[in-house]
């Protein structure tokens, strides 16, 4: 009933820059807090950034002074523009959406969703 749809990832030198998108579908009524998240093989999965529907943010220690998160609200939308990138920035990027949604026959439901992931690559 929801699909979080990634975009943007790719190939980019060592101080290059990308933008990533991932945009929320479905039966959606809301959505509010939004994040980013990157693995790399072998790893966790670690937060990178967040952005309330009120437009509250935080960034972790790795986003900090070159990544942008933001969102459209209107399209469900949320960003992350990333600047200076570096080859240990190289991981796949998933976004993460908490959605309030519909179920059928007027109700709702609220739950977590995750993307497919978009690979992200720095390297020269």
């Known amino acids: 009933q929801v699909q979080l749809v990634e975009s943007g990832g790719g190939l980019v030198q060592p101080g290059g820059s990308l933008r990533l998108s991932c945009a929320a579908t479905?039966?959606?009524?809301?959505?509010?807090?939004m994040n980013w998240y990157r693995q790399t093989p072998g790893k966790s999965r670690d937060l990178v950034a967040s952005?309330?529907?009120?437009?509250?943010?935080e960034y972790t220690d790795v986003a900090k002074g070159r990544f942008t998160i933001s969102r459209d609200n209107a399209k469900n939308t949320v960003y992350l523009q990333m600047e200076k990138l570096r080859p240990e920035d190289t991981a796949v990027y998933f976004c993460?959406?908490?959605?309030?949604?519909?179920?059928?026959?007027?109700?709702?439901?609220?739950?977590?969703?995750w993307g497919q992931g978009t690979q992200v690559t720095v390297s020269s």
């Open positions: 993460r959406a908490y959605v309030n949604y519909w179920t059928g026959a007027g109700a709702r439901a609220v739950d977590w969703f």
């Open positions: 479905g039966n959606i009524y809301r959505t509010t807090d």
């Open positions: 952005i309330t529907d009120t437009g509250t943010i």
